[in-house]
């Protein structure tokens, strides 16, 4: 099964956007993501050139977009509402960092048919009080001190790539493992390597130094596929071999 | 101690951006996450009137960017190199996650001085294969199958949050990291391997193959330190140079 199949069960909530390139990008952001849900809570301009311009082809999100007169609607259905908040507000919320959030409601998801949202305010001056009080999980995303200007598109590419990799992490997953070279075969390679550094002067007979220890330390780390160890034997008979023969 | 201040040795490297609006969106991605050093290798257009509109007053960033003539000037000096790729290639690189690579990089920064860098392409096709084999980490981020478009700004931000995230969360470290070979030094290893297998007959100078691929692939993946570069090439100049000689 799809794991992303639960993304169908997530809006992005976008609360009195200003600009409508930013839904645009906004819309963008939440498809290459694999979601597809946005809810618009009054917005200044929609539909919009500027929107369309800035989806870049994501416009199957902006054409099903649903409209709001309130947050309220828009939330109506959901069972979790993450809502990004830069500030520390004067009632101490329990704000979580964006992963821990991403972490919940992937779990939430997971469980069953639920519904949440993310939720995400005017550029400006982002969720009021009381639009982060209509919500389950206040979230923030870490910045740096001195400079916090985050775009609401940006913020919200971050929260669906959050959401999106905490949503692939619940099930499992099947690794290919890459075909590694077999003991004897990196033996071979060394046996090698050290033959032509000694025919070639580089190392000494009497006092070889730790050249061959070094190298052994560094293939082994690179956990050489039998392939790559065929390549590099390859190589080296020829590099080294011609001057042998000629 | 400030956790982050190891982002101020962190280049973000954007390859032929078309678009001046990208140039100012990623800077303001990057100073909301607390990095600021744009690398800038043959920019369509910069400076430009829609890069300062974009960068939503992170015009500090723009006004220190380097603007380089290729991309293996950005990259001098620093010894780790994540390079943003969407594709799968034919030769199934070893791709990182987004977050596993971050937690590389975070690792590299806490451990010492070390630069590092991250790497994004042009908007239409992104990084070229020769410079996804010019960075040491190829890393992808989880998107849709059906629509990948993911804006290089907003691919900044998500690779930014990622390792700002990561470098807040590293554990102080305990055991000393390796001194690693820096991107010059690798070049030159690779330049001296292709001279010595081509002047040996084992690569065809008309049709080389995938040989210097997947040796750059694998070595990349070693990570090499500087000891081990010097040891390689001393031995391979040795190897090869003898038989030249004689």
């Given amino acids: 099964m799809n794991p992303f199949a639960s993304l169908d069960r997530v809006r992005v909530v976008m609360s009195h956007t200003t600009h409508p390139g930013?839904?645009?990008a906004c819309a963008r952001a939440?498809?290459?993501?694999g979601l597809s849900r946005l809810y618009l809570v009054n917005p200044k301009h929609f539909?919009?050139?500027?929107a369309v311009a800035m989806s870049s082809g994501a416009t199957d999100v902006l054409d099903a977009a649903v409209v709001c007169d309130s947050l309220e609607m828009a939330l109506a259905g959901t069972v979790a509402q993450a809502a990004l908040t830069a500030r520390r507000r004067e009632m101490a919320l329990p704000v979580r960092e964006v992963r821990a959030a991403a972490t919940e409601l992937a779990t939430l998801l997971a469980a069953g048919s639920a519904e949440v949202a993310l939720v995400f305010g005017t550029e400006s001056s982002g969720l009021t009080n009381e639009e982060v009080a209509m919500c389950s999980l206040p979230v923030t995303i870490?910045?740096?001190?001195?400079?916090?200007?985050?775009?609401?598109a940006a913020a919200a590419q971050i929260m669906c790539h959050e959401l999106r990799t905490a949503v692939a992490s619940v099930s499992p997953v099947v690794a290919e493992l890459p075909d590694l070279a077999p003991h004897e075969g990196l033996e071979s390679l060394y046996a090698l390597i050290e033959t032509l550094m000694l025919e070639s002067g580089f190392l000494d007979r009497v006092n070889p130094g730790r050249a061959m220890p070094r190298l052994?330390?560094?293939?082994?780390?690179?956990?050489l596929e039998s392939e790559e160890l065929h390549l590099l034997m390859g190589a080296l008979k020829a590099i080294g071999g011609k001057r042998r023969g000629g």
């Fill in 22 to 24: 930013n839904i645009g």
């Fill in 30 to 33: 939440m498809k290459v993501m």
């Fill in 47 to 50: 539909p919009h050139d500027e």
């Fill in 142 to 152: 870490s910045t740096s001190d001195t400079y916090r200007s985050l775009n609401v």
């Fill in 216 to 223: 052994r330390r560094l293939f082994g780390r690179a956990q």
